[in-house]
């Protein structure tokens, strides 16, 4: 026997208790017909059955002798090595027959909740990888090696209570999974707050022994002359108001772009895009590899950014790489550049029209570099927080 049960439960295989185990129709369906086909993508790795993307038959023959009854468990009979096997209770949703893919398993001495229960466990899973054939990109498992399974059966009233356990333990899972994904979205919501405070003036303290921001901008230009605070009317005293142009060099990334795209994961200089991917994979070539670092390199058409301080070559030209002028916190130019984007209606570059022209509030030096300390203090606490969902 597989492990132990108590002492009122016994073990059968599955031809035992079912009255059928029935390959499902192989005829074509298709986006039309008189009854919904389920196929081995609405059987959910849970037990469940999703009615999206559905397929639809006209043929009363096939209606006729692959409908579904109430209660009927569907069996995935081929797919990749780990979802074969997948296996779901049918409970008369919507009227439907199923494909050729798929077994239908329809039990008469067993609680049919139950063996679906039976038939998501780890144990099941264990079974479906021992027994499976493997060929090119699929295996199966065919209808005489599922009705051998063996099946722990306890008394009848213990497999209803088994069922409601069971129910009330995956409702809980589920709140869990949803509170994780709200306490991820509230997470992300923190972080944009946390750096929109911090390029306000309103996330550290200021310090009136800090050199004002303007005394810092006119050694960066002595023809420097503050603008008027336009978007940033309530910014604290000693800070200043100027354009991103005015703090930053920006070079194209033509001598920087990566000959062959044939990565791999062994060699040693990453190529990077400005977009959500960043890393795409890594070049052995070792001529035109970008290293004046930091730096931030900006998507010029989606206008996301990144910070960068490690070498590396770039994909394409749709791209500018900023340096930061040394007497400004390159991290605090790239707080402000995370959260300020520009969205517009055509497929245009932005840096030289309108993005370097952005106005950036600028606190004294010493407050820059304790807004990044604080940021990266938060951060690194809410990150331990996501890692730990």
Avoid at 84 to 101: D, L, N, S
Avoid at 115 to 134: A, E, F, I, Q, R
Wanted: charge should be negative; proline fraction near 5%; glycine fraction near 4%.
């Amino acid at each position: 026997m597989p492990f132990e049960v108590p002492e009122s439960w016994v073990w059968c295989r599955l031809e035992n208790i079912v009255c059928e185990l029935k390959y499902g129709t192989s005829e074509k369906s298709s986006s039309v017909g008189k009854i919904a086909v389920l196929r081995m993508g609405n059987i959910t790795n849970v037990g469940t059955i999703d009615y999206s993307n559905l397929v639809y038959s006209s043929n009363d023959e096939d209606i006729e002798q692959y409908s579904l009854e109430k209660d009927d468990l569907l069996f995935n009979r081929t797919n990749s090595s780990e979802w074969v096997g997948k296996t779901a209770i049918y409970k008369e949703e919507q009227p439907a027959i199923y494909a050729g893919y798929l077994i239908r398993i329809r039990p008469l001495l067993i609680s049919p909740d139950y063996l679906n229960t039976v038939m998501n466990s780890g144990y099941y899973h264990d079974w479906c990888y021992d027994v499976k054939t493997d060929a090119v990109n699929q295996s199966n498992i065919n209808a005489q090696k599922l009705s051998q399974l063996m099946i722990p059966i306890p008394p009848l009233k213990e497999q209803g209570r088994i069922v409601a356990e069971m129910d009330k333990w995956i409702s809980l899972i589920d709140i869990v999974k949803n509170g994780k994904g709200n306490l991820l979205t509230v997470i992300k919501q923190a972080k944009s707050k946390i750096l929109a405070l911090a390029i306000h003036g309103k996330l550290v303290p200021q310090d009136l022994n800090d050199e004002p921001a303007i005394e810092l901008l006119k050694r960066i230009n002595p023809n420097f002359t503050p603008r008027d605070n336009g978007h940033y009317t309530q910014l604290p005293e000693g800070w200043t108001v100027c354009r991103l142009e005015q703090i930053t060099n920006y070079e194209q990334p033509t001598a920087y772009i990566v000959n062959s795209t044939t990565y791999d994961d062994s060699y040693s200089t990453p190529v990077l895009t400005a977009g959500k991917s960043f890393i795409i994979g890594y070049t052995n070539e070792t001529a035109g590899i970008y290293s004046n670092l930091p730096c931030i390199i900006f998507d010029d058409f989606t206008t996301d950014s990144k910070k960068v301080n490690f070498p590396f070559k770039v994909k394409s030209s749709a791209m500018k790489i900023l340096k930061i002028h040394t007497d400004i916190e390159v991290d605090y130019v790239a707080m402000f550049m995370s959260i300020t984007k520009l969205v517009g209606g055509t497929h245009k570059r932005y840096w030289i029209s309108e993005y370097s022209k952005l106005e950036i509030p600028i606190p004294p030096k010493a407050e820059q570099k304790r807004i990044v300390y604080t940021v990266r203090e938060i951060f690194t606490q809410l990150n331990e927080i996501m890692e730990s969902l």
